[in-house]
């Protein structure tokens, strides 16, 4: 039987700009062992890379996320 794709969770912090995607359907506090930097800061973005113990993906940061990414996905 195949796992069928369920729709992403994206949160969205207007304050800081920054939105989260969630390749998971949850994260627990401690969850995530290493934050990983996406981008050498000569790019006009930056990403940050969440994963767990066992180097599986849990999220995605998305910083300047209102200039980067539809704005159907940040409400």
Do not use: C, H
């Amino acid at each position: 039987m195949k796992d069928s794709l369920k729709p992403l969770r994206v949160t969205y912090d207007s304050e800081a700009d920054a939105a989260y995607i969630y390749f998971v359907p949850d994260i627990q506090p401690g969850g995530v062992a290493k934050t990983v930097p996406v981008g050498d800061g000569s790019e006009p973005w930056m990403v940050n890379l969440d994963v767990d113990d066992y180097g599986r993906l849990l999220g995605l940061e998305v910083l300047d996320a209102r200039s980067l990414m539809p704005a159907a996905l940040l409400e």
